[in-house]
């Protein structure tokens, strides 16, 4: 994939920061400067970059840009006063916040609380010290809330799209963090803050990031306690391996590997490379971070980078359950939009599905064996068997509760069966899917789920016929091409829904990578 003039400008802009160059105005002739300026936006670094950029734009757009610039620095002015009083009243309530990303980097790599886009507030927190935190943000203001409309998205601009929770609650049972926590400001503005328990998938046990610490000043204020050196860095090259090889349609972001790059630039001589060492190690990160430097190499090429050849990784970078094996270069995906993003990595996916990256499906489940498997769920008191038949060229789930289950089991709870759509060409995940869900004390398939973000627009319902047996339930499959040969994808999951609102998976979510090289597989076994 050839890049763009504009594309390719964004580079030089992004190379010119790193370097402290001046950029040759010779260069941008003949530029669609509000695709370029789209782009800076979209990649987090208009703000960054702006002094580069202003003394080269064309007149027309001089006066929009710096309205641009101006209303980055009214955020930030406001994100700084609610920091300051979070970290002063942290201090007289005697409680541990640590604030992490954000205006913290950009004071540690710029000297400058303006240069990085900082959209939200981020702290990272013990969870075991929640109801202290959550009672500290209610002082400060912020009030955990969901959207009326749509769970994970606020209208801010309709008041009455907020749902305000009693406390807060995870976004999902392994999410490494909980529902915003929302502020009104004078300007009518909104501050979001979310509060970390873990580093995304990647670290889940904080203790030390949580305790190495060190101060800066925001505001006057002499209370603010953000990471030491060794665990920005680490939190740095954890969060662009998060971004660019996450399990979402979201593009990777220059802003990412800028950072990186600044950051170790700025602290060659004073970073404690033994320590960073020793964390990536005992994080297991390595692999993760030698993949990020070598696309840092690769976007940034002809810059003079050696000041990253001190950090230790694991240089055998070989695609397992953390990695995708993309077709194309780092510099190219830096630029693909959702659509295609979201196609690779339903390729992917669904190639390490049905693959031997995947021992389920080296060593599938077969038709008519009539064991009874059990189904893996979060909640122990939901005990739940299956198995399969092929009768009569159909494909036969039978499910098997216990008394206790079934007697357990609530209208807020749904069982959901998909079929994976095996053909890799197409963006979908699923071909058919059947919902369980208890109404009138029965269990019955019903047409759609509570969960608006569950089914996918065009999921055919795969339910011919649903009867009960002899205390199990028979779910009659459709069986026409929807596997790799006689191999079919499953899946067989449990939501439960908080307050009737909040989707929460049981099971493995079908949303993550690992559930993908971990596929449940059927061999149809035809007699």
């Known amino acids: 994939m050839k890049l763009t003039r504009e594309q390719a400008a964004v580079l030089e802009v992004s190379k010119s920061v790193i370097n402290n160059q001046q950029l040759a105005a010779d260069c941008f002739q003949d530029m669609d400067w509000s695709i370029l300026i789209q782009l800076l936006q979209q990649h987090k670094i208009f703000a960054l970059a702006y002094e580069n950029i202003a003394p080269i734009l064309p007149d027309s757009l001089k006066e929009s840009c710096e309205t641009i610039y101006q209303s980055h620095v009214e955020i930030i002015d406001e994100r700084m006063k609610e920091i300051k009083l979070l970290f002063d009243k942290s201090r007289e309530m005697d409680v541990n916040i640590v604030l992490n990303k954000g205006i913290a980097l950009s004071i540690l790599i710029y000297d400058d609380a303006y240069k990085r886009d900082s959209r939200d507030i981020d702290l990272l927190i013990d969870e075991n010290e929640m109801d202290e935190i959550n009672e500290l943000l209610n002082v400060c203001g912020?009030?955990?809330?969901?959207?009326?409309?749509?769970?994970?998205?606020?209208?801010?601009?309709?008041?009455?799209?907020?749902?305000?929770?009693?406390?807060p609650i995870l976004k999902a049972p392994d999410s490494h963090e909980f529902f915003e926590y929302w502020k009104q400001t004078h300007s009518g503005r909104y501050v979001v803050l979310e509060t970390g328990r873990h580093l995304h998938q990647s670290i889940k046990e904080i203790t030390s990031f949580l305790e190495s610490t060190q101060f800066i000043h925001i505001q006057g204020s002499e209370n603010v306690k953000t990471l030491d050196l060794e665990h920005s860095c680490m939190a740095l090259l954890e969060n662009a391996f998060n971004d660019a090889e996450g399990f979402d349609e979201r593009i990777p972001a220059l802003k990412n590997y800028i950072d990186i790059v600044m950051f170790m630039k700025k602290y060659e001589?004073?970073?404690?490379?033994?320590?960073l060492n020793k964390g990536l190690a005992k994080y297991k990160l390595s692999r993760e971070s030698a993949l990020v430097i070598k696309q840092i190499k690769e976007i940034?090429?002809?810059?003079?980078?050696?000041?990253?050849?001190?950090?230790?990784?694991?240089?055998?970078?070989?695609p397992n359950q953390s990695f995708y094996e993309w077709d194309i270069s780092i510099t190219e995906r830096l630029f693909l939009d959702s659509d295609q993003r979201k196609k690779m990595i339903a390729l992917m996916s669904k190639k390490a599905a049905f693959s031997e990256h995947n021992k389920n499906y080296c060593a599938p489940i077969k038709t008519n064996d009539q064991q009874w498997h059990q189904l893996l769920v979060n909640d122990h008191k939901f005990d739940l068997h299956y198995n399969f038949k092929y009768e009569g060229n159909q494909l036969i789930l039978r499910i098997n509760l216990t008394e206790a289950t079934l007697n357990s089991l609530t209208e807020n709870q749904e069982i959901m069966i998909?079929?994976?759509?095996?053909?890799?060409?197409?963006?979908?995940y699923f071909t058919h899917q059947v919902i369980i869900r208890k109404e009138n004390n029965r269990l019955q398939?019903?047409?759609?789920?509570?969960?608006?973000?569950?089914?996918?627009?065009?999921v055919l319902q795969g339910c011919s016929d649903f009867q009960s047996d002899n205390g199990s339930l028979l779910i009659y499959l459709p069986?026409?091409?929807?596997?790799?040969?006689?191999?079919?994808?499953?899946?067989?999951?449990?939501?439960d829904n908080l307050l009737g609102r909040i989707p929460h998976w049981q099971t493995a979510p079908p949303y993550q990578k690992d559930f993908w090289t971990h596929m449940p597989v059927l061999e149809v076994v035809k007699h």
């Open 418 to 428: 998909f079929l994976i759509n095996s053909n890799l060409e197409c963006p979908d």
């Open 445 to 458: 398939p019903v047409e759609r789920s509570k969960f608006a973000h569950v089914g996918e627009k065009d």
């Open 479 to 495: 069986y026409e091409n929807h596997g790799s040969g006689n191999y079919i994808g499953y899946i067989i999951g449990v939501i």
């Open 300 to 318: 940034f090429a002809g810059t003079d980078l050696s000041f990253l050849d001190g950090i230790q990784t694991d240089e055998a970078i070989h």
């Open 269 to 275: 001589q004073t970073l404690n490379r033994d320590n």
């Open 142 to 167: 912020f009030h955990s809330a969901i959207g009326n409309k749509n769970t994970y998205h606020i209208d801010r601009k309709d008041p009455n799209d907020f749902f305000y929770l009693d406390k």
